[in-house]
Structures are given as C-alpha cells and as structure tokens.
C-alpha cells in the first residue's frame, strides 16, 4: 500500500480543491496533442487536429479533458487505495482503448507543466514532489491490469 | 522506492526544424537574461523530486533547494544550455567538449538529461506563463533532448 505523509496528502488535497477542472483538463490534453503529436492516434474521431490552435479550440478536445481530469479526481478521493479504484480503468485502457501505456507518462508531463503555469511561486520543489508521487501511482495503477 | 525512481520512457531524438530553431533562439532571447534563476530552481527541484539525482552531487555539502552548491551549478548547467542555443545550428561539434565532460569524467547516466530537461521545462512554465505557449513547450522539449542527445554522443 502507498504511505503518503500528511504534507503529501494535504497538498494533493489541495491541488485538486483549488484547480479549475475545466481548464486544466482541456489544457493539459491539447499541449500533450500538441507536444507529443503521435498521442493523436487515439482520437481519430475528434475531428481537427491539424495544428495548435485547430488542438486548442477543438470541443471535443477540451470535453475529454474534463473526463480525464473527472477520472483523476477518483484518486484524490481514494488515495489510500488507488489501485484498486482504478481496476476498471485499466481494463479499459488497456482492452478496449488500447493505450500504450508509455502514453501516461506524457500525459501526466503535460499536466504537471499546465500546473506549474497556473501554480507559478506555490508550486514549490516540495509541492511538485507530492504531486509526482501521485502521478506516478496513478500511471502505476493504470498499468496494472495490462497483460 | 517505484514512484521516485519513476521510469521515463526512451524517447528518441526528433530533429530541430527551421522554425524549432526560430522558436527556441526567439524565447531564449526573452528568456536569457533569467538564465541562473532558472537553472537553479530547475536543480533544486530535480533533486527533491527525483531523489536518485542525488548521487551524483554526494560531494556538495548542502543539496537542499537553493543551497549555494545548488544555485552555483544551476548556473553552470544554463551556460551550457545558452551555449547551446547559440550553436544550434551543429549540436554534436558545438558541445563535443562538454560531451566528452559528461561521458569520461562525469558519466552521468544520460537517462538524467531527460529528468533534467523536464525540469527546466517545469520552471519556464512557472516563471513565463503566458510566453510558455504549447508551440515554444515542443520546441524547447525536442531541443533539450537534441542537446542531451549531442551530450550523449561520446559515451559509447
């Protein structure tokens, strides 16, 4: 089981109390479309992906950001058992989807850059460390189930 | 400990474009005169947030964020990246010293330079918010791995 301190939890708490759901999501899943171009495979049906700004204002971009961000928000609410609530979603992932799962850590990249250009000062080299811990059992986690 | 040492995936070397290089030499220029700010908060950070970073500085007294040692070779390190820039244009012969540097003497394992590299990208995020567009982010990200790349060059 992953121990988290009191200042990781606390800090994760307050990350996901504080951030704009509906901004950080789309943003930090245009810049990974736009970063890492090849991360485009999986949204064939999304229509415009020509170039940053078709990325950028494309609707169904900025809707999936905010199921992707709705999914993280699962593992701040279950922190001790992240694994677990994330069986489902890797089984889809890894089955249905079919996500190379090399994918997460790009897209947990994008979002900890995103954070940082909204946090500026406040994401502190400590605060950025909680949050990569997190990320990385949320990436973990979304392995699991890959056979 | 599986989440610190939190495995980055092999990428390989995309080459620099005519309009990477506009992009990177047009931010570099706004962005420059921070060059030791920056390198240090990026060094600070990589070694709170990727402890294994660690080993390589065993000899440094004080290796907490912005620690003397810390801000001093931050400093260091953005030299080499302004060096860089400035010979953009011919990575591999502009760096060869400093490959040579990094492959005999220090040997880092060049599996660093891209945790180094994500944590430059993470303090420009933080210090030019609005200039720290998705189109300089890739620009920057496929420099930084051209220049880890050049870096790499003379390890084996």
Redesign the interface.
């Known amino acids: 089981m992953?121990k988290w301190t009191d200042f990781e939890r606390a800090t994760i708490q307050n990350i996901f109390s504080k951030i704009n759901y509906d901004v950080v999501g789309p943003a930090a899943l245009?810049?990974c479309l736009?970063?890492y171009p090849w991360t485009q495979r999986y949204f064939g049906g999304f229509g415009n992906l020509y170039n940053?700004a078709a990325?950028?204002s494309n609707p169904k971009v900025a809707a999936h950001g905010k199921v992707v961000l709705a999914g993280l928000e699962k593992a701040v609410k279950n922190m001790d058992d992240i694994k677990t609530t994330y069986k489902e979603l890797s089984v889809l992932h890894s089955e249905k989807l079919q996500v190379d799962p090399?994918n997460f850590?790009?897209l947990a990249?994008c979002l900890?850059?995103?954070l940082?250009?909204?946090?500026?000062?406040a994401?502190?080299?400590?605060v950025?460390?909680a949050f990569?811990?997190f990320l990385?059992?949320v990436?973990?986690s979304l392995r699991k189930q890959y056979l | 400990m599986f989440f610190t040492a939190f495995s980055r995936p092999a990428r390989t070397t995309f080459p620099l474009t005519a309009k990477d290089k506009e992009t990177v030499k047009t931010f570099w220029a706004k962005i420059s005169s921070n060059g030791a700010a920056i390198g240090a908060d990026a060094l600070s950070r990589m070694l709170v947030v990727y402890p294994q970073t660690k080993t390589y500085f065993s000899h440094w007294k004080d290796l907490s964020p912005g620690s003397a040692p810390v801000k001093k070779h931050g400093a260091t390190v953005m030299s080499g990246v302004a060096d860089a820039v400035a010979k953009i244009d011919d990575l591999t012969a502009g760096l060869l010293s400093l490959s040579e540097l990094h492959a005999f003497t220090l040997r880092v394992d060049p599996s660093n330079f891209k945790i180094l590299s994500h944590n430059i990208l993470v303090v420009l995020a933080i210090m030019f918010p609005t200039d720290f567009t998705p189109e300089v982010h890739v620009a920057m990200d496929k420099f930084l791995a051209a220049v880890a790349r050049a870096l790499s060059e003379k390890y084996r």
């Open positions: 992953v245009s810049r736009i970063v940053a990325i950028t090399d850590n790009l990249d900890t850059i995103v940082a250009g909204q946090m500026g000062a994401f502190t080299p400590e950025h460390a990569q811990k990385a059992v990436v973990a």
